[in-house]
């Protein structure tokens, strides 16, 4: 069992950023695979960004590509996304996740919610115009 919670949410100006983090604790967080999901209301949980267990390599969905960043440090058990120009549309509950397969199957690979195991509670991004 891995537990997760987020905190950094908050409500910020078009063009603005902010910083999620994500803590876990449990297993060893190094095992896994860390993803950063959102959904906003009446739509479905959108895969945002990938990080592997080492944290080497990244990957992004294209809304957020050149945007968002998520990076980790394992020796604080946690994972970050770092939200740089903020649109509207990015107001959503984002959420961290830890992979299934704990290296199983490669990072690259990990693109939906079935994908991974273990979930934070949400964080709320309000994005104002």
């Known amino acids: 069992q891995v537990q997760l919670v987020e905190s950094g949410g908050g409500l910020v100006q078009a063009g603005g950023s902010l910083r999620l983090s994500c803590a876990a604790s449990?297993?060893?967080?190094?095992?896994?695979?860390m993803g950063w999901f959102r959904q906003a209301p009446g739509k479905e949980r959108e895969l945002l960004a990938v990080?592997?267990?080492?944290?080497?390599?990244?990957y992004y969905a294209d809304s957020v590509k050149g945007r968002f960043t998520i990076s980790r440090d394992n020796a604080k058990n946690t994972v970050y996304l770092q939200m740089n120009s903020l649109k509207p549309e990015d107001t959503a509950v984002y959420y961290c996740?830890?992979?299934?397969?704990?290296?199983?199957?490669?990072?690259?690979?990990?693109?939906?919610?079935?994908?991974?195991?273990?979930w934070g509670q949400g964080t709320q991004v309000t994005v104002s115009s």
């Open positions: 990080i592997s267990r080492g944290g080497l390599n990244t």
């Open positions: 449990g297993r060893i967080f190094s095992g896994y695979a």
């Open positions: 996740a830890a992979d299934r397969y704990t290296g199983r199957v490669p990072a690259q690979q990990l693109g939906a919610a079935g994908d991974f195991a273990y």
